[in-house]
T-cell receptor, first 112, second 112 residues
Framework: DAEITQSPRHKITETGRQVTLACHQTWNHNNMFWYRQDLGHGLRLIHYSYGVQDTNKGEVSDGYSVSRSNTEDLPLTLESAASSQTSVYFC???????????FGDGTRLSIL | DAKTTQPNSMESNEEEPVHLPCNHSTISGTDYIHWYRQLPSQGPEYVIHGLTSNVNNRMASLAIAEDRKSSTLILHRATLRDAAVYYCILTPNAGNNRKLIWGLGTSLAVNP
């Protein structure tokens, strides 16, 4: 069965370090998304991609970057981790158009 | 971007029907209505979506008001596994669904 997997599931790091969260999908979807989820907020879009070599900023993109070198993967990089980036991060994918998004199980990131 | 309004929480008894309301008074004529749910420690999961007509699938039913300014997700027989946060989201019909606006959803408790 097709799936979307995130790794690691949990990570603790220090402020100032570079961190990369992995997202891999086997749906062969063109669209991929990164969200963060914090208490008191809904899911907020960080970056998204419509296909290979395409990336776009979401509503909370500062301090984050993504790259899309193939269909399956959209890694999320925190260039210099800050405590405000402590959150649960979700990756999602969807086919083109108005199709539902499929989500991974999330990465819980703590920045000390 | 159109937003949705949902009650913060609802409670139901096992094996009884549950009606989860959603108001979206600023919906545009081409917006789809999507419902997702999020179980504890998991990513959101697609439940159902529709445009104008009522929709049924194996998980739930979606009833859409004639003026499309509100909708109701119906779980026909709640189980303990249905305890989750339910999100009602509007998805633009044109292009990709990058502008999903996630609110805080409705937290559904199911009593045995």
């Amino acid at each position: 069965d097709a799936e979307i997997t995130q790794s690691p599931r949990h990570k603790i790091t220090e402020t100032g370090r570079q961190v990369t969260l992995a997202c891999h999908q086997t749906w062969n979807h063109n669209n991929m998304f990164w969200y963060r989820q914090d208490l008191g907020h809904g899911l907020r879009l960080i970056h998204y991609s419509y296909g290979v070599q395409d990336t776009n900023k979401g509503e909370v993109s500062d301090g984050y970057s993504v790259s899309r070198s193939n269909t399956e993967d959209l890694p999320l990089t925190l260039e210099s981790a800050a405590s405000s980036q402590t959150s649960v991060y979700f990756c999602a994918s969807s086919a083109t158009g108005n199709q539902p998004q499929h989500f991974g199980d999330g990465t819980r990131l703590s920045i000390l | 971007d159109a937003k949705t309004t949902q009650p913060n929480s609802m409670e139901s008894n096992e094996e009884e029907p549950v009606h989860l309301p959603c108001n979206h008074s600023t919906i545009s004529g081409t917006d789809y209505i999507h419902w997702y749910r999020q179980l504890p420690s998991q990513g959101p999961e697609y439940v159902i979506h529709g445009l104008t007509s009522n929709v049924n699938n194996r998980m739930a039913s979606l009833a859409i008001a004639e003026d499309r300014k509100s909708s109701t997700l119906i779980l026909h027989r709640a189980t303990l596994r249905d305890a989750a946060v339910y999100y009602c989201i509007l998805t633009p019909n044109a292009g990709n669904n990058r502008k999903l606006i996630w609110g805080l959803g409705t937290s559904l408790a199911v009593n045995p």
